[in-house]
């Protein structure tokens, strides 16, 4: 393996290259390749959402967060669907993402929980056709930030210009990437495809009606930051429940550990440094092979932003509270709709 081909490797893939390693100097080097392609991606994200945020306005320096996850994620993994199609489909999740979450946010919580619905309905279908693949993790996320950080007027014009310079670098880089691999499925045999007796499309409805209704529940309640609850069920809801119990096990636990974290080093570190804790935790997710890990790290950048507009005590609260809400209810509802299922399969076979 090459020096390029081994930065090419996961977190969990590059550590376990350093743990069979066959003497010390090669367990070194491996370390040295790890530690390089941590700072190189670190350096990559932030000079990109930076580019983002000058080109775009600062109101917008999420776009970059989520144009730079597409490229991050796409550059590698594929919606299983052929080359041409799903070059076409990630265009179309753009112009979903262009749209989606701001009629949303204009809609109310009754009218967004449709359209939350309808959106999420055409990404979950048409971009996770294989679960193995998590690219919920990268489509839902991606709207549910851009649902969270809504803007209006001069800047949401300016969203639309950076969603559409996104998609066109999204797809040049992964039809570039993959338009040597060959998948019969079509774009036309997702929806015959879906069938509540296949695992697949249980996994599917779950996401499809849960992530809308814990926003909704979450908005009516008057919390802020309802996108934490929504990004917490979406990450919680998988096909297996025995795989579900462990993320909402070590969510809360990774959120309860990185707000006890953020809060030391908020009360350690002086004012000066606060707008970095963020980009520590970006570190942290770097070396982070396992979930719970990456819950923990990944407190640090939703707090760093919501400290600056809720207060520190308010900001811990919120995020503690949203995230329990999101990944208990996902549970008990994917609970429930398997049952429904199960009782259905016994009285029509």
């Given at each position: 393996?090459?020096?390029?081909?081994?930065?090419?490797?996961?977190?969990?893939?590059?550590?376990?290259?350093?743990?069979?390693?066959?003497?010390?100097?090669?367990?070194?080097?491996?370390?040295?390749?790890?530690?390089?392609?941590?700072?190189?991606?670190?350096?990559?994200?932030?000079?990109?959402?930076?580019?983002?945020?000058?080109?775009?306005?600062?109101?917008?320096?999420?776009?970059?967060?989520?144009?730079?996850?597409?490229?991050?994620?796409?550059?590698?993994a594929?919606?299983?669907?052929?080359?041409?199609?799903?070059?076409?489909?990630?265009?179309?999740?753009?112009?979903?993402?262009?749209?989606?979450?701001?009629?949303?946010?204009?809609?109310?919580?009754?009218?967004?929980?449709?359209?939350?619905a309808?959106?999420?309905?055409?990404?979950?279908?048409?971009?996770?056709?294989?679960?193995?693949?998590f690219?919920?993790?990268?489509?839902?996320l991606?709207?549910?930030?851009?649902?969270?950080?809504?803007?209006?007027?001069?800047?949401?014009?300016?969203?639309?210009?950076?969603?559409?310079?996104?998609?066109?670098?999204?797809?040049?880089?992964?039809?570039?990437?993959?338009?040597?691999?060959?998948?019969?499925?079509?774009?036309?045999?997702?929806?015959?495809?879906?069938?509540?007796?296949?695992?697949?499309?249980?996994?599917?409805?779950?996401?499809?009606?849960?992530?809308?209704?814990?926003l909704?529940?979450?908005?009516?309640?008057?919390?802020?930051?309802?996108?934490?609850?929504?990004?917490?069920?979406?990450?919680?809801?998988?096909?297996?429940?025995?795989?579900?119990?462990?993320?909402?096990?070590?969510?809360?636990?990774?959120?309860?550990?990185?707000?006890?974290?953020?809060?030391?080093?908020?009360?350690l570190?002086?004012?000066?440094i606060?707008?970095?804790?963020?980009?520590?935790?970006?570190?942290?997710?770097?070396?982070?092979?396992?979930?719970?890990?990456?819950?923990?790290?990944?407190?640090?950048?939703?707090?760093?932003?919501?400290?600056?507009?809720?207060?520190?005590?308010?900001?811990?609260?919120?995020?503690?509270?949203?995230?329990?809400?999101?990944?208990?209810?996902?549970?008990?509802?994917?609970?429930?709709?398997?049952?429904?299922?199960?009782?259905?399969?016994?009285?029509?076979?």
């Open positions: 393996m090459t020096f390029y081909q081994e930065l090419q490797v996961n977190q969990a893939g590059s550590k376990k290259i350093i743990r069979e390693s066959a003497s010390q100097r090669e367990k070194l080097y491996h370390i040295a390749v790890y530690l390089t392609k941590i700072a190189i991606t670190v350096a990559f994200c932030f000079i990109f959402v930076s580019l983002y945020s000058l080109g775009f306005g600062a109101d917008n320096s999420i776009v970059g967060v989520v144009v730079l996850l597409y490229l991050l994620v796409f550059r590698s594929h919606l299983c669907i052929r080359t041409e199609q799903s070059t076409l489909l990630l265009a179309g999740f753009f112009g979903i993402m262009a749209v989606g979450p701001h009629a949303a946010n204009l809609a109310g919580p009754v009218g967004g929980l449709f359209i939350n309808a959106a999420i309905a055409l990404l979950i279908l048409f971009g996770c056709h294989e679960p193995r693949m690219n919920q993790s990268t489509l839902v991606g709207y549910l930030l851009l649902y969270g950080y809504d803007v209006s007027g001069h800047a949401y014009q300016m969203r639309l210009f950076g969603l559409a310079v996104g998609a066109l670098l999204v797809c040049a880089v992964f039809y570039g990437n993959h338009r040597g691999n060959a998948y019969e499925l079509c774009a036309g045999d997702i929806l015959p495809a879906f069938d509540l007796r296949h695992p697949r499309s249980k996994w599917q409805l779950c996401q499809i009606i849960c992530v809308p209704l814990v909704f529940l979450a908005e009516l309640s008057g919390m802020p930051r309802a996108m934490w609850a929504g990004i917490a069920a979406m990450s919680a809801i998988l096909p297996a429940m025995d795989d579900m119990r462990y993320r909402v096990r070590w969510r809360i636990i990774g959120n309860i550990a990185g707000v006890c974290c953020f809060l030391a080093l908020y009360f570190l002086p004012s000066s606060y707008a970095y804790i963020g980009v520590i935790g970006g570190i942290g997710v770097g070396f982070s092979a396992k979930y719970g890990w990456q819950a923990v790290f990944n407190t640090f950048g939703a707090l760093a932003i919501a400290t600056s507009a809720y207060g520190l005590k308010s900001a811990v609260g919120l995020r503690v509270a949203q995230n329990v809400f999101g990944v208990v209810f996902a549970l008990l509802f994917c609970l429930i709709l398997h049952r429904l299922f199960a009782r259905w399969e016994r009285s029509a076979s």
